[in-house]
């Protein structure tokens, strides 16, 4: 079971995959029907990994959603203890604190990481359009049905804001402005 990042281009701009992912990463072709047919027609997709698979490149925007609500919870259980406010407040600091020092890595960045998004801008400039979906498998990556959600088309220069918040099975998709009449 691995999450697995499949990008797309225009088929006319395929070298474009080795191009922009060619070093530190591993390219692999994939034909997924179900990412074939929610990516615009005439892409050809590739997945990307670090060697294995592309666990490594997401983390999840909910993961922060979960921490907020985790330190609510707290906050409920100190006050029922009928703390004082500041005392909850110094509590609650000190298990943020700790828990940064412990995931110091992962607190840094939710959606797709820094370096993906910066080539998947790339890719984006330099074949006019992109799309990107990732996947938790549990089967075979080219024969498992998926249900992906569509979003909205954004700009290229809207991947960064946009890949943060990316959830799994969305297909985030983006065009060079320029080239949006002819996408």
Known sequence: MCS???????????NSFAEIFGRGYAIHWMENASILTAFPHGYTTRIITDGHCSCSFYRDPKARTDEVDRLLRFQNKYAKLRWSQAKIDRAIAHIEAAHQRGDRIN?????????????????????????????MYHGEIEK????????????CGELVARAAVLAEDEVLHAVSRKLDSHC
């Open 4 to 14: 697995f990042l499949t990008i797309g281009v225009p088929e006319h701009f395929a």
């Open 107 to 135: 607190s840094a960045w939710l959606g797709l990481r820094a370096d993906i998004v910066e080539r998947l801008s790339e890719l984006c400039r330099l074949a006019g359009s992109v799309a990107a979906v990732i996947h």
């Open 144 to 155: 498992v049905p998926l249900t992906l959600k569509r979003t909205p088309i954004c700009d």
